[in-house]
Structures are given as structure tokens and as C-alpha cells.
């Protein structure tokens, strides 16, 4: 399938995934000194690793300082509560995640190009980071914990991406004008969803990443079939 070069200008996809990007700055707990902000990464990093193995309700700080060899007071220095500790993961890693994507996205010339990136970035990122993403996709995803405006803010980017996609792709003559984009994106991001949940709960596909190249081909086709 030969694919078109989208026009130039300002599109809707690149306005979203810059805001994404930086958007755990509003309203973070960012320290001032370099020595500081290490330190809160090295705890952050201990914490996912005790929220993956214990889950968040029954982590203790306790543990969470054990592992990141700081005291617990400490943490409390960085975040009042376990739960804004358990927050401050899935919002920090998301942006860095969309970050990625951006870097990566903005050379290639199609929508469809770039809505393929994204989805196998998604599963790529978590397998890269499967400690995040136990934590994120079994813990805070389908939990209460989504109720925190700047968590659910972080999870519905994800979301807002790829309708930008294909909104942006459709006025760009690459599908249909009448494509249902939130439509689409249910079943673009429930796909690449459940096929994460799986990898993470029974370790299969084995090899996560070469396992979504296909399921993606096959997502893309019923895109495609929506086309001009």
C-alpha cells in the first residue's frame, strides 16, 4: 500500500503528545538540586519495583525505603503519602513514554506510519519496563487509584493520541472522512491492552515485542478498510 506524505502544518496528534510530554511538570514535586532529584528517581524506581512484587495495598513504606536505602522519613520529604508515591510512577513513565514516541514519530510522513509506531512502541515500552507495567495495567489502570486528576490525565493521553491519529489521518485523505475515531482507538488500544495484560499475567507471548508486529498488521487492515 503506498502511502501519502501528509500535508505541512500544525497537526492535531503532535499539539497532544508535546502537552503529554511535559505534563506531569504541572503540579510534580520536582527538587531543585541535582542531588535531590536523583535521589527521588532512586526512590521512585525502589517503589516500582515494591508496588510490582507486593501490590500497592500491601507495600509498606517501610519496605519501599528498605529497598531504595533511604530512611522513611525520607520519603515523606518527596511525597506525603504512599499513594501519591504510587501516583507519581504511571505519570512520570507515561510522559517519558510519549516523549519517546514524539522523537520517534516526527520524521515519519503518514499518519498511519505514526499510528503503527505508537501502537508497537506501547507494547515495547512495557516490556522494557515490565515492573511499570504490572503496576500500571494490573494495579492503577482498572483501580480507584485512577480517580487522581493527574494520574487519570496521564492514562486518558494515551487515548487522546490515537484518536488524534486518526482524526489527523482521515483529513489527510489516508481513511475514510466518516471514520469513527473513538471507535477506532477502543479497538486499537484494547487490542494492544489486553495482548500487555496477558504477556504480564502468564508470560506469553514469550517474546512480547515480535508477537505485536502482526496483531498490529492486522489492526491496521481493519483501519485500511476505511479507507478513501
Known amino acids: 500500500m503506498l502511502e501519502k506524505a501528509t500535508t505541512p502544518g500544525r ?40 508496588f510490582a512484587r507486593d501490590g500497592i495495598a500491601k507495600a509498606k513504606m517501610a519496605d519501599i525505603a528498605a529497598e531504595a536505602g533511604i530512611s522513611v ?11 501519591d508515591l504510587a501516583y507519581e510512577i504511571p505519570i512520570r513513565r507515561l510522559a517519558q513514554f510519549y ?8 520524521p515519519l510522513r503518514t499518519m498511519r506510519q505514526r499510528l503503527r509506531l505508537f501502537l508497537e512502541m506501547a507494547t515495547e515500552y512495557a516490556a522494557r519496563n515490565p515492573d511499570w507495567a504490572r503496576l500500571l495495567y494490573l494495579e492503577i489502570w482498572p483501580s480507584v487509584l485512577i480517580e487522581e486528576a493527574r494520574v487519570r490525565r496521564a492514562v486518558d493521553d494515551f487515548g487522546r493520541i490515537v484518536v488524534a491519529l486518526v482524526r489527523d489521518g482521515a483529513e489527510r485523505g489516508e481513511w475514510s472522512a466518516d471514520i469513527n475515531a473513538y471507535q477506532t482507538a477502543t479497538i486499537l488500544m484494547g487490542s494492544i491492552t489486553h495482548m500487555i ?9 514469550e517474546d512480547l515485542v515480535a508477537a505485536t508486529q502482526p496483531m498490529v498488521d492486522q489492526l491496521l487492515r481493519l483501519v485500511d478498510a476505511a479507507g478513501p
Open 11 to 50: 497537526e492535531r496528534w503532535r499539539e497532544i503528545v508535546e502537552r503529554a510530554a511535559a505534563g506531569y511538570l504541572d503540579g510534580g514535586r520536582d527538587p531543585k538540586q541535582d542531588r535531590s532529584r536523583r535521589r527521588q528517581l532512586d526512590l521512585l524506581e525502589a517503589a516500582t519495583r515494591v
Open 73 to 83: 522519613s525520607s520519603i515523606y520529604d518527596y511525597y506525603p503519602s504512599k499513594e
Open 197 to 205: 495484560i496477558t504477556w504480564l499475567l502468564y508470560r506469553r507471548p
Open 99 to 106: 516523549g519517546e514516541f514524539l522523537a520517534q514519530g516526527e
